[in-house]
């Protein structure tokens, strides 16, 4: 009976803290209206996949949106809470043209974007092609008359996110690839985001706000690819080397974004340990709610994962959880609003920022 009360209070105290920071959040302390241009993959596409013509189909969006809404969710994505904080509008993906238009920035990300190869769809160094054909064309807009496009000194004053390199590793290991071959391809992925940003500082950016990857072997998808034995599994379920390398790839972000800091010292660079927010999640699932940290909401199978790559979330076979909110993977890769709002919060209380900066201060 004890143990369950102080289950029952620790999970309490962990929700009180949440909506803490949640409130806390947005007290945005902008001056400038909020311009945020985003690149990365599924982690963060608000709508590019589908401007391309592709479906997401129900249950995605279901909890928030109440429809699917172009994202690979239930409900909301951290960047969406991000903006949020600010008090804007969820960015509009770059390649959808109606309806759109791009007051508070653009959304390049794309499901399945990497860094490597170069020049394909919708890899880092392309979305950053669009961005500057975005900027480009915006400058054109407002010299013909144009007052609805950002300027000069807004792209300045803009926040540049940069989430991407999961989907880098994990291609590496589904190629069957060796743990030390993916180490080996490591650093030409920092060598794209180094470009990326300093292509951005190039043409004027000086804000960015870069995540690193989660932990990688603890998504669903990767645990039922594998079918690992326990020797493969660090403490909490998880696959160890995709972590591990995930891990690596990390470290070396860090380092990256220090070494930046020191070249472009007119920007500010702020780098995020998203990985250590999501781990903790998954190692104390219990505390904030959750139940089953590695099984998918959204799929087929049931336990231990709830994932077939046969029949994925949104088709036929597959079936919903009746609460995504006890769940932190909704469909095996991506994760539950719920989630998504715990992570948010965490990133909004500068504890996991380098330096400790709050989110707002590009608009200030």
Same mark, same amino acid.
């Given at each position: 009976?004890a ?13 009180? /803290? ?11 302390l902008?001056?400038?209206? =909020?311009?945020? %241009?985003? #690149? ?11 401007? $391309? ?10 909890? %928030?949106?109440?429809?699917?809404? &172009? ?5 909301r *994505? ?10 804007? &509008?969820? *960015? ?5 043209? *109606? ?45 013909? &008359?144009?007052?609805?496009?950002i300027?000069?000194?807004g792209?300045?004053?803009?926040l ?23 180490v ?32 990688l ?18 403490p ?9 390398a ?46 089953s ?22 088709? &036929? ?9 006890? %769940? /932190?993977?909704?469909?095996? /890769? ?13 990133? $909004?209380?500068?504890q ?5 900066? =709050?989110?707002? #201060? #590009?608009c200030?």
């Open positions: 009976m143990s369950s009360s102080n289950s029952i209070l620790l999970n309490l105290y962990t929700f009180i /803290i949440i909506i803490s920071l949640v409130s806390h959040s947005t007290e945005s902008c001056t400038n209206p =909020p311009h945020i %241009f985003n #690149f990365g993959d599924s982690n963060s596409d608000t709508g590019g996949l589908v401007a $391309l013509g592709y479906s997401i189909g129900s249950p995605y969006g279901r909890t %928030f949106f109440g429809r699917p809404a &172009g994202r690979l969710c239930d409900g *994505l951290v960047i969406d809470f991000l903006c949020q904080s600010v008090k804007t &509008g969820f *960015l509009t993906a770059y390649m959808e043209s *109606l309806g759109s238009t791009f007051s508070n920035g653009a959304n390049f990300a794309v499901v399945g974007s990497s860094t490597l190869p170069k020049f394909v769809p919708f890899a880092l160094n392309v979305q950053v092609m669009q961005f500057l054909h975005f900027k480009s064309r915006s400058n054109e807009l407002l010299s013909a &008359g144009s007052q609805k496009m300027n000069d000194d792209f300045q004053k803009a540049y996110m940069i989430d991407i390199g999961q989907n880098d590793i994990a291609d590496a290991f589904a190629k069957k690839y060796s743990y030390a071959q993916v080996k391809r490591l650093p030409s992925i920092l060598a794209e985001i180094k470009n990326a940003i300093k292509t951005i500082h190039d043409h004027g950016g000086r804000k960015f706000w870069v995540h690193n990857t989660g932990p072997g603890c998504l669903p998808q990767k645990m039922w690819l594998v079918q690992p034995t326990s020797k493969d599994l660090d909490h379920g998880c696959l160890a080397s995709y972590n591990s995930a891990n690596l790839f990390n470290e070396g972000l860090r380092r990256l974004s220090a070494r930046l800091r020191s070249e472009l010292k007119d920007s500010t660079i702020i780098y995020v340990d998203i990985y250590a927010i999501k781990y903790d999640i998954i190692a104390n699932a219990s505390n904030y709610g959750f139940s940290p590695l099984m998918a909401c959204c799929g087929f199978g049931g336990p231990p994962y709830n994932y077939n790559i046969n029949v994925t979330c949104g088709h &036929g076979g597959s079936q919903a959880c009746n609460q995504g909110s006890k %769940f /932190i993977s909704w469909d095996g /890769i991506h994760y539950t609003e719920a989630a998504n709002s715990i992570v948010a919060s965490k990133i $909004l209380s500068q996991y920022s380098t330096p400790q900066v =709050p989110f707002d #201060f #590009f200030h």
